[in-house]
Nanobody, 116 residues
Framework: QVRLVESGGGLVQPGGSLRLSCAVS????????MGWPRQAPGQQRELVAA???????NYGQSVKGRATISRDNAKNTVYLQMNSLKPEDTAVYYC??????????WGQGTQVTVSS
């Protein structure tokens, strides 16, 4: 059974930083990509960052220059480093993995709140 478990969320002051982690367990066939979408209350889900198996990255326009996605294959973990956080970054952040057959897997999400 595939499990994705996010951690690292919480309350952060504006201008602060945090690093989210997503531990992936179970067997996933030929991972194509991993990503971090987020969803704020009343808002549509949006992509924060994505990383393909080939190493290509893609970032949402609102976080470009402030977010970095990375992966530790040995730990089966994907990370999202967020800097210069803004109140509008407040959302539930999800971890998502897509395999080579197009099957996607999701974590339960972790809340990030940016507030003074």
């Amino acid at each position: 059974q595939v499990r994705l478990v996010e951690s690292g969320g919480g309350l952060v002051q504006p201008g602060g930083s945090l690093r989210l982690s997503c531990a992936v367990s179970g067997s996933i066939f030929n991972i194509y990509g991993m990503g971090w979408p987020r969803q704020a209350p009343g808002q549509q889900r949006e992509l924060v960052a994505a990383l393909t198996s080939g190493g290509s990255t893609n970032y949402g326009q609102s976080v470009k220059g402030r977010a970095t996605i990375s992966r530790d294959n040995a730990k089966n973990t994907v990370y999202l480093q967020m800097n210069s956080l803004k109140p509008e970054d407040t959302a539930v952040y999800y971890c998502s993995v897509v395999d080579g057959r197009g099957q996607d897997y999701w974590g339960q999400g972790t809340q990030v709140t940016v507030s003074s």
